[in-house]
């Protein structure tokens, strides 16, 4: 040590500005701080989304003015009515579950496989590259997507000239669907599988376990949240989509198709929310049930 | 971890066959846009490049590009404020009610578009009377990018340590020359990758769109769209569905070559 640090040096205190009084001034108040980060993305979603929300419950329970087509102010329990009893509904709400389910089934039976090659098989560079190769997908709009599959299925097109077309409906959505959610499958499945470490799966083995008891015992449970991550979004998008049925669904309605009809030609704004509020119940009780575990942190 | 041989095998097959589902339907874009035919007949007879003469001059098409690009921009940079302010909030404070609010965020891209879409319309529309346009859309878009940020940034400051912060404040740092010389530099890939996230959802989001832009806001997914039934618009379409993938390599390596594993979350 030398003789020079042993004197008192008395650094000099910082120039008192206005944003250091400010920063001293939160660091004092912490609730205040909390409270001036949490403001503006608060007041955002709050005032915009969840107010929205709220009002789109209430116009579900207002009707239409039968001449004007206006929305009136008028309660009514009808728009409810309509949507639990009629059959219509019913049928529909039944067929896009069942096309929300086998989408979901499909990309997480794809996304697992391939996460986990991805994560634990391939060397960095490979990774990099099928990374590269799962996102790309992700960019190509949409909409082109959906109709490349029409093309495919449909007559003269590619699997049409294999004989092994299942034209335009049930069949050519779930798949147009499936493909079209998976890389928001793939991606949340394979950072699921990446965050394990490899000394659990080695601790695993250590303690006797085959490799398919490793598999199940040990790596499912912990790429679980993951995959019910990415469910989310093969459930929810598949609940609302619209566009790609129309595209590849034939005459086929699903609640989407519904719910903008009623908006759109039918005009019936009531009607249209009520009716939004299937797949709203549908994702809540979804969210709810998956809630414990810990999925929404790895949305 | 050592994985036997043939499970390495049938690994590989099943991610060849995945990459194979997966790029089939893109190749069959890219090669219709130079089929002569209109028809979009498989197998195509002949090859032009009509179709992309036609695409770089077509004025609804590229003034629909304009557009989208201004709103994505846009909703980018109001989601990027506002997911970092949320998860410098939640990262760094414990409060009652944390939870509900990380549901907040959650929310509007847990819940379908068509939902975000109508009670948008419905609030904007019927409640505030307002006329649906630009800032109509970008408010949308804005709302359900706010998570691909938050989610990025939340998780690298879970991996950042506190002691360099701590330590900047000891050293004399306001806590905003903290944040700008010592968090944002680490937040800097994080916010990358979300970014380019939050700017291709809402670039490609046609349904959100649908209720929230009224008839004078045509984005580039409306036009396409609109055009895409068009017999003699169809192949100008496959032309920008080619355009904007091959021009998505570019973000795409970009943020995987700053970000690393950062860019790899999807949302």
Not at chain 2, 44 to 54: A, L, M, N, Y
Request: aromatic letters at 10%.
């Amino acid at each position: 040590m030398s003789h020079a640090s042993r004197t008192k040096v008395r650094l000099p205190a910082p120039p008192v500005t206005a944003s250091r009084r400010l920063s001293s001034f939160f660091g004092k108040h912490r609730r205040l701080s909390l409270t001036a980060l949490l403001a503006a993305p608060l007041a955002w979603l709050v005032l915009i989304y969840i107010i929205s929300l709220l009002l789109l419950l209430v116009t579900a329970f207002w009707s239409t003015d039968s001449f004007t087509g206006q929305v009136v102010q008028e309660w009514t329990l009808g728009n409810f009515g309509a949507v639990f009893t009629e059959a219509l509904y019913r049928a529909v709400t039944v067929r896009t579950l069942i096309i929300a389910v086998s989408v979901t089934v499909i990309d997480v039976v794809i996304a697992l496989p391939v996460g986990y090659f991805m994560s634990k098989v391939a060397g960095p560079r490979l990774r990099g590259a099928l990374v590269v190769a799962f996102l790309m997908p992700l960019w190509a709009a949409y909409l082109v997507k959906a109709y490349a599959w029409r093309t495919i299925v449909s007559p003269h097109g590619l699997l049409d000239s294999l004989g092994i077309s299942p034209g335009l409906g049930l069949v050519a959505t779930i798949i147009t669907m499936s493909y079209i959610w998976l890389p928001y499958v793939v991606m949340p499945v394979y950072t699921g599988f990446e965050r394990i470490p490899d000394n659990l799966i080695e601790a695993a083995g250590d303690l006797g376990a085959k490799g398919w008891k490793t598999f199940t015992a040990v790596i499912i449970p912990l790429v679980w949240p993951s995959v019910i991550a990415g469910s989310i979004f093969s459930f929810s998008l598949t609940l609302g989509d619209y566009i790609a049925v129309q595209i590849v669904g034939g005459s086929q309605q699903l609640l989407g198709t519904l719910i903008y009809a009623n908006v759109g030609t039918g005009g019936n704004m009531p009607l249209a929310a009520a009716t939004a509020f299937i797949p709203i119940a549908v994702i809540v009780i979804y969210l709810t049930a998956v809630r414990r575990t810990g999925a929404l942190k790895n949305l | 971890m050592r994985i036997p041989t043939p499970v390495k095998a049938v690994l590989s097959v099943i991610v060849c066959a995945v990459l194979a589902f997966v790029y089939i339907p893109l190749i069959i874009v890219v090669i219709s846009s130079f089929n002569a035919s209109q028809s979009l007949g498989w197998p195509p007879q002949s090859f032009t490049f009509e179709w992309w003469v036609r695409a770089f001059s077509d004025k609804g098409a590229l003034s629909a590009l304009g557009t989208s690009l201004i709103v994505a921009a846009c909703a980018t940079l109001i989601a990027l404020v506002l997911g970092t302010l949320a998860s410098l909030a939640l990262d760094r404070f414990e409060f009652f009610g944390k939870e509900a609010v990380n549901l907040l965020i959650v929310l509007p891209i847990a819940l379908p578009g068509i939902i975000t879409g109508i009670a948008l319309n419905n609030a904007f529309t019927t409640m505030l009377g307002w006329r649906l346009g630009l800032l109509t859309v970008i408010t949308a878009h804005a709302t359900f990018c706010i998570v691909t940020i938050y989610n990025n940034v939340f998780a690298r400051m879970r991996r950042m340590s506190g002691n360099l912060r701590d330590a900047a404040m000891d050293l004399g740092a306001d806590s905003f020359t903290t944040f700008r010389l010592v968090t944002f530099p680490q937040l800097r890939s994080a916010l990358l990758a979300g970014g380019l996230l939050a700017f291709g959802l809402s670039f490609d989001e046609i349904i959100v769109t649908q209720f929230t832009a009224g008839t004078g806001v045509q984005t580039l997914p409306i036009w396409i769209f609109d055009n895409m039934f068009r017999p003699n618009q169809a192949p100008i379409v496959n032309v920008i569905a080619t355009f904007l993938v091959i021009v998505s390599i570019i973000p795409i390596t970009l943020a995987n070559r700053i970000g690393g594993k950062a860019a790899t979350g999807v949302a």
